[in-house]
């Protein structure tokens, strides 16, 4: 599938002159304009600008000085709190935690990561795939920090999780075929409560959805449920229809969000 961004729309920009020189590798592997580091005038001609600092890479829109920059950190504070949700307990009983130890989770909507890393904290293997460039370098930079994390649980966490950038349709058969679970969270309007992931997940939206995103999210589940995995988990919202109109095997609701369960024919965990 062709890439969703526009290269127009975005720039990359160090924030200090120790930056320089992987703020100008970024922009050479993504194929996006670098800015100098003072260069603020030049900030209007963007939508959004990769914030490059040593190690750290975020995601910022220049007409909202008042947004926090979008980047992925899994030893943040809301990162830590969600461990102790108990939306957690409804998605590892969706995808079959304890069924198989470890269970190999295919996260082929990864996002920003937030359900991978809950999944690898629950002890699946996860495999993170983005076709988004750009948020596969934000996924990339965060898996980087977590690893040479200080914070043991950081690490250990992290260490399940492997990304796979590019298309998951086209994802390699060998890689494919070790897969135990297929889950989907297509990208819809956002149900979180915070005003901040709703402005995060507003600049996504606006930067990275396709006009065929539904017809997307629909040929993504066809796919999923022609791959060779035992079953496929989708999360939607508590009340909008299976996603394809096609009914799950069964689904696992929550207060908000509800997951269908889609169990194949293929060879069950454990």
Known sequence: MAEAFCPGLIGVQATSE?????????????????????A??????FAALLLVSPGVLALSVPDRPGQKPVQVDFGAAGMRHR?????NELLGRAVGVGKKSPLRVLDATAGLGRDSFVLADLGCAVTLAEREPVVAALLRSGLVRAGNSADAWLREVSGRMVLAEGDVCL??????????????DPMFPPREKSAAVKKE?????ALFSRPAA??????????ALRAPVARVVVKRPLKAAPLADRPPSHAIRGKAVRYDVYVLSGPAPG
């Open 18 to 38: 120790t930056a320089i020189a992987e703020a100008a590798e970024l922009a050479t592997l993504l194929g996006l304009p670098l800015l100098d580091v003072d």
């Open 40 to 45: 603020a005038a030049a900030q209007d001609r």
């Open 83 to 87: 461990r102790r949700g108990g939306q």
């Open 171 to 184: 994802m390699d058969a060998a890689t494919l075929v070790q897969q135990d679970v297929i889950y989907l």
């Open 201 to 205: 997940m507003a600049l996504f939206q």
């Open 214 to 223: 539904l017809g997307d999210a629909d040929a993504l589940l066809a796919w």
